[in-house]
DNA sequence: TGCAGGAGCTATACCGGTTTATCAACCCAG
DNA sequence: CTGGGTTGATAAACCGGTATAGCTCCTGCA
């Protein structure tokens, strides 16, 4: 027999396909003698569930979706996707629910597939990643009744379920540990502007700058890519009254801008220091290594999936939750001002 | 009225469920004017098919699988997936075909996933990574019947469908290219011994030498990771005759390699010429930017979906398609030799 | 005029599970 | 000895599609 169905096991037990239900799914309605017979005449038969006759009959397909809207060419260097991914699976595996990725241009895309994901019962829930500060994702998603859970965005009132870290306490914490080094021209070479972390860690340094002592502390906005990390790097060091110190909002930028720094003959850490506010192998290949705020994406991730399951076992309380304080890796590229 | 099925339609339009199935299914059954009708119902209802339902009826899922056993640390770096992921979602795209991903450790865990996926009917078929020389996967998936692509492993006799690149003729590409600035001490640090397409690689370079009079040109394998490949370069630019020119199978050990020898005072590309098997953002945010060999991974990703999608149609005949030759991209980290 | 054959539909079984209504057997209290 | 409640099980409906047997016309041809 090629692959069983619980009508084939009933027949086998002699008794009838909705005590072989009750058996395999734990709930009553059956005796503890006859449970234990089903379940091992399934064992024997190899019986599993097809997951598309349980998705028609339970209404739920154990399965959860995770769009990212970003241009491939930039995903791939970037490790926090992979680790986050893994975290995920991790946090998913333990009630053995498949993840469905896809990766599209832009968030006008991304909705189109929350729709098409909904009305075709593709997944019982999405993970929202990127989180924008009037993010249109989220009225969509209510809209369409589809339980779902923000990384990183803090959510306010009538917002939806989330896990994040605190931004502004890990750039205090880099900010201030700059500063006692003795800098005190620290420029912070922020991602896209409409990001909700963007945000946050922008008004970290502003509010930060007048304790601190700071003489100047601009947060110039890039998108993300290498290419406008080291523009904007390029531009700070050709000023007169050049930083001391640079912040990266990402480790892809940071390389580019200690790339940029080498070319012009500005040593790193003697004439500058670079923070990276992301950790991964990238910043540990260079010479010399990145400092860097390095984050538990894993379990970040591990989190995420967790909450997103108990929303959908029970949409309501909406759930925040406060991931692990990232921590600052301090390696070769910082040190006192000269 | 939340999600209609095709009976709210059914009744709507005054036709039975049969005559409505066929009518969005583009079969003949119907008139023209019917399904004319019960198409713009269906449209104006905003009807989708509801996946589990088809599923379960048809005996297809509209969905296939991808299984990457590596860890989740060296993962993130490789941009190599990532353009490969999207690939394959614009090949799967086409068709409405939903891609599963996961991350798993090892490849007895990915054997046990194929096992899980075709025993619940979760895809319709999967596609390959990471070729080894007797791979077990190969053997499962016959057994469990699974249509399946192999990306990169070249397939033999009995072998499963496939989609590669000409590493042998690439590999040769760029040992001329370093025989013809000068070179004759060419070290290559590959891959994993056991994948195939490191095996290829090796036999290019070893066949290649006698007749590009190379004076020795060793073959060194590694676990990919950037340590090793550190490790590896250390020992070689340590030797007293040392190699002129380094060939590296994967960015990643490239640019840890080009860490190295400027550490040890090795001047890149005066005393030693670098080239990574693999191209990327990262070989070019280095200083001197890398010398690479840049593939379409994007397209190989898209005509593996294809491939995967032709052999679920109709598994015979077996399918071998080859892309588009890689082409070496020359940049800094490459001169005649001092 | 009669009949074969096809076009156009309907009714219904089916896919493999879950869920509900129903029922027999048994236990216990009154 | 009887009525009510619980336990353990069955039969059947149901989820939303697809596939098929069969029915009713209509057309064409001998």
Known sequence: MARPTIADIATRAGVSKGAVSFALNGRPGVSDATRERILKIAEQMSWRPHSAARALGASRVDSVGMVIARPARTLGVEPFF??????VQSGLS???????LLIVEDTAAEIEVYRRWASEHRVDGVIL???TVKDPRVDALKTLELPAVMIGGRGGKGALPSVW???RDAMLSIVEYLAALGHRRIAHVAGTPNFQHTQRRIRAVRDAAPRLGLVDAPSLTTDFSDAEGAAITRKLLSQSDRPTAIVYDSDVMAVAGLGVAMEMGVSVPGDLSIVAFDDSILTQLMHPALTALSRDTFDFGRQAAEVLLETIASPIPVINRRTADPVLTVRESTAPPA
């Not at 992979?82 to 975290?87: M, Y």
């Open 82 to 87: 992979a680790h986050l991914l893994s975290g």
């Open 129 to 131: 990643v990127d989180l």
């Open 94 to 100: 333990a009630e053995s629910i498949s993840l469905q």
């Open 165 to 167: 870290a605190d931004d």
